[in-house]
Structures are given as structure tokens and as C-alpha cells.
């Protein structure tokens, strides 16, 4: 079939879908207020629109200038129809972004691996990802946004042929690390990845990249007097987070609840192991921490990351502990574990085809990436978000009519068993990374962790 004829065949396939992940991201409702960060994100570009001080209100000491503009097009709906639609203008525009993620921008991006079977495709991603990206899309956080941007990026480097498009995928790369400091490492193993598979036609992206970076850069100049393409207060922020990242598990918000909006978790027995150890500085610090307390950094590191994946209907915001385990908990752990174990399947079984073959390993080297940074961080449910959207890619690969028939029985049953071992693992190690939460308020020290076992008569 010409392809002109099968995207006129996908053309319904894909605006029914967009539809349809356009309005799982309304079953939640409209927030019922914006708190905490979304203040901030929302503050700026309504400070833009109205001639306030969009650094105050952005705090953009510590966030990319960009973050005030990601929202300008529902803050001028908003100046115009009043305040109390806030809360439906950014419903609106995150929906319309969480559909553009689902129909368009994962199945695409898992035709790079394996071509074929696109309309299976569409319809998987918008279930899954419409149902996983539905929490978010009531808030102003940046979480969805910069992982979209990030493999937009992706894609572009590893499909484009014209030096426009490809500079523009460069431009959308440092816009999400602009929004998102942490993606560097994703970005920067999986752009290494693409240079290698296509050298001269990736080093058009550096020039995007420059633009993407320049209004940082000249904000720094202008308004700070600091010569830096990051936040001028990334230091600080690092500092804080690593200190906490030695021994934290996982941090969540508690929102629209009676209590501290605060609810730290962490690893008693490992906190004390860090009794009069230097504090970390930075995530080198944060490693080198672990590397001198091996073994037991690895089970910790691995509660980290499977506590992050411990999601609810409630995610980005999360419920008081204790509340037992959400479905949306099997859903977000199934699809990370299948999805990543799909990826690496491909890797094996395309060897021979060296384009397919480097766009699995690039997309790889994100997950491992984005992995490593959560791990090395203070942990939020939504900083795993690029592990669940890369898992969709990965299982997007294997659908049918894309799994080859031609792969041994053997190996396809030794896959599935490797997945479904990796998902109950990584389930049962996350609720143990959820099972010491801390009182409702702010974590000071390792020592207030290592204290919780005595306090309880452990």
C-alpha cells in the first residue's frame, strides 16, 4: 500500500485515539487548586502576561527561564475569561499535549525499532500512556512537558534527514534541559548513541542546542550577572538534594490532605551505616557514597527506583502511607519492567539491522540514564516518568503484527519470564522501600532516619 494511502488509513485511527487520551486526562477533573510548585510554574507566565516580576514569581533562580513560558498559552486564556478557569485552561492544554505524547510522538518513536503495525500501536499507546499521563495533566508542572520534548528530540535526531529539522530537534532537546536540568544524562548517552549511527547529519542538532540555550544565558547576564547556561542557584539546589539523596528513598507531596504536605521515606539500616560519613555535595558525591558502602547501596538503590515506581491515581501528588497499594501501581510497574525487557529483546534480535539496532540502544541508554539520575537524586514518583514512557516504546515494538514469528518458542517464553521476574521484583522491592515513612514534615538527617527502628522498638 503506498504510503500516502496508509496514512489516510491511520488518519481516523489516529484522531479517534487523540480524542480518547484527550478525555482520559478529564476523569480526575480540573485541580482543585494549584499548590507548592505548580504556584510557581503557573506565577511566572501570569507575571509575563501582566507586567509582575516573572523571576520572583517563577523562582527561576533555581528553574530554567524557559519553565515561564510553557504555560503562556492557557495564562492568556485565563487574563481573558478570568481566574477561576485556571484550573480548566491548563487541563486543556496538558490533554492536548498528553494526546500529541500517546498517538503520535511513542508510536513513531517505536517505529524506529521495529516499522509496522502502527495502528495497533496508536491504540496501545493511548490506552496506556492516556491512563498513566492522567494525573498530571490537571496540574502546571513541567514533568510531562519535558519528557515530551526529550524524546521529540529523540526522535528527530534519529529519524530526520533535512539540517533544519534535526536543528530544531537539538532546539527541543536543550528546551527540555532547560525545563529539566536532571535529563542530562538521558539526553547526552542517547545523543552519544545517534552520532555514532549518523555522525554528519547529528552534529546539525548542536546548533539548535545553542538556541535552545541562549535565553538562559542571556537571563543569567541581564537580570543575575552571572555568566552560566543554567540557573544560577542549580549549585545550591544539587548541594540540598544530594545531602538527602545519601539516604532518602523517596519524597513525596501530600496535597489537599489535613497534615504537612511533606512525607519523606528512607532505609533506617542503611542511614546508619552513614553515621559520621562526609555529606555529598553533588550526585558524584551521592555515588561515591555507595561505592564505599557496598553491597548494601545496591539494595538501597534498588528501593529507590522501585519505590519510584510505586504510583497511584493520586501521582504527581501522592496519599498519606498507608493507604494500601493502587492499581495504578501494577499498571506503572508492569509496563516499566515489560517495556525495558522488550527494548533490550530488540537489541538482541536486531544486531544485524545497525539503524534499528543503534535507535534500541539509544533509547536504552535514556532509560539507563534517566535511571541513574533518580537514583542519585531525591526521588519523586514523577522523576520515573521517562522509565514508564520509554516501557511503552518497548512493548509498542513487540505488538503484533511486529513480533517476528521467525524467533525461537524458547526464547520468546525465556523473555516473558524475565519480565514477569523483573516486574514482581521490582514491585516487592519498592513496597519495602515504602515501608519506613517518616513523621508528616521536613527530613533533616540521616539521623532522624536511623532513629526511626529504635523509636519503634525494632
Known sequence: MPDDAGAARRFPHTLVAGLVVFALQWVHGPAQAFLY???????????????????????????????????????????????????????????????????????????????????????????????????????????????????????????????????????????ALNLRPSYLAPVAIAAVVLLIARPRLVLWAVPGAAVGLLPQFVFNITTLSSLSLSPVATSYLLQVQSAQAAFAVRYDTVAFADRHPQQWYCDPAYARLLAGDVEPTSPVGVLSSAISH???????????????????????????????????????????????????????????????????LALVGFWIGALGTLVLSTPETRFALPLVLVGIVGLLTVLPPTLRPTAPRAAIVAALVVAVALAVGVFAIGKAGLAHPLPPGPLTSETQCAAMDAERGE
Open 37 to 175: 510548585d505548580a504556584v510557581q510554574y503557573w506565577g511566572a507566565p501570569i507575571a509575563l502576561l501582566t507586567g509582575g516580576n516573572v523571576s520572583d514569581a517563577g523562582v527561576l533562580q533555581i528553574r530554567g527561564v524557559l519553565s515561564s513560558i510553557v504555560y503562556l498559552p492557557p495564562a492568556l486564556a485565563t487574563t481573558i475569561l478570568g481566574p477561576s478557569t485556571a484550573v480548566w485552561t491548563v487541563l486543556v492544554w496538558n490533554s492536548l499535549l498528553a494526546s500529541v505524547i500517546c498517538v503520535i510522538l511513542l508510536p513513531r518513536i517505536a517505529g524506529l525499532i521495529t516499522p509496522g503495525g502502527l495502528v495497533i500501536r496508536i491504540w496501545f499507546s493511548a490506552l496506556a500512556g492516556g491512563v498513566v499521563l492522567s494525573g498530571f495533566a490537571r496540574y502546571p508542572h513541567l514533568d510531562v512537558w519535558s519528557a515530551g520534548l526529550a524524546l521529540a528530540g529523540f526522535l528527530g535526531l534519529a529519524s530526520s534527514r533535512r539540517w533544519w529539522t534535526i536543528a530544531l530537534s537539538g532546539l527541543s532537546l536543550a528546551v
Open 294 to 360: 557496598l553491597p548494601h547501596s545496591l539494595w538501597f538503590f534498588s528501593q529507590k527506583a522501585g519505590a519510584s515506581l510505586q504510583w497511584s491515581f493520586a501521582t504527581p501528588m501522592e496519599h498519606p502511607p498507608g493507604g494500601g497499594t493502587s492499581l495504578m501501581t501494577f499498571v506503572v510497574v508492569g509496563l516499566s519492567a515489560f517495556g525495558v525487557v522488550a527494548l533490550i529483546w530488540q537489541a538482541v534480535t536486531l544486531r544485524a539491522q545497525r539503524g534499528p539496532l543503534l535507535n534500541a
